[in-house]
């Protein structure tokens, strides 16, 4: 394990009017020791012409192809396994980073002996104009704090890997990214925020996450399914993350 180094998991389909932008914030980041693993799912546009492109002028990016599209979650925990670094972000093939956010994070889990950190971001529309709307996080969120509502954006996320004695992976499950947090702070860990915009998340009409009443099912389901939560509290936390909900949107 290289004890600087940050894999970055970015798992892609069809992602050619998005990638150049997302891989461009990478290289831009002031935080040099990385290396970013851009996992293809079987897009049939010219994402990979893209990123064969930038491989050759930057040899951290790593490209890798999956035999079948099996979605996200499969292609993120590919990155997974190929990752070498101490670091594990995340960001999507549409989504973009400040240049600061690797350097300031970094630097924050150091200074708090943090296993995992999150970041505020902001949103763009899908024509990559900034929609004025900034998502504001907690200094700090521990597991039934976290039921309440998913107040970590996945490309915020970062984790140390040092720190954890179990390896982490995505579920099969809708809201994989929700399901992990989750899993690592059930262990006692905290997760700490950095209330500062260091990331942009490109706002889909189409996403799946867009879907407020899918996303109520979905988030129910972890409760009782996945977290095996009683009814009677599994109620309550479903109702402050319908408040929660209502006071982000």
């Known amino acids: 394990m290289n004890n600087d180094l940050v894999s970055i998991i970015t798992p892609m389909y069809n992602a050619e009017r998005y ?15 990385w290396e970013m693993l851009i996992v293809d799912d079987c897009s049939t546009d010219n994402s990979s012409t893209i990123v064969k492109s930038y491989m050759q002028r930057d ?17 993120r925990n590919i990155a997974l396994k190929n990752a070498t670094g101490r670091y594990i972000a995340f960001l999507d093939s549409d989504d973009r980073w400040e240049a600061e956010k690797l350097a300031k994070q970094v630097k924050f889990m150091l200074d708090k002996d943090a296993a995992i950190t999150f970041t505020a971001y902001e949103l763009m529309d899908e024509n990559s104009k900034k929609l004025g709307k900034e998502i ?24 140390d890997k040092s720190k ?26 905290m ?19 867009g879907n407020k009443l899918k996303a109520a099912r979905w988030t129910w389901n972890i409760y009782r399914k996945i977290e095996k939560i009683p009814l009677y509290k599994a109620v ?14």
């Not at 040899?59 to 292609?75: C, F, L, P, W």
């Open 164 to 189: 954890l004695d179990f390896e982490i992976e995505m579920s099969g499950v809708p809201h994989e990214d929700y399901v992990l947090w989750l899993s690592v702070l059930k262990k006692g860990y």
């Open 191 to 209: 997760a700490y925020g950095i209330d500062e915009v260091l990331a942009v998340y490109r706002k889909s009409s189409t996403s799946l996450s």
């Open 236 to 249: 309550y936390y479903f109702i402050n993350y319908g408040i929660n909900g209502i006071k982000k949107s």
């Open 59 to 75: 040899d951290r990016i790593r490209y890798i192809r999956t035999e079948s599209n099996k979605g996200v979650s499969n292609a």
């Open 136 to 159: 504001r996080i907690p200094d700090k969120v521990w597991y039934s704090k976290l039921l309440k509502g998913n107040v970590m954006g996945c490309l915020t996320v970062v984790i």
């Open 19 to 33: 990638i150049e932008a997302t891989i461009d914030s990478v290289l831009n980041q002031t935080y040099q020791d």
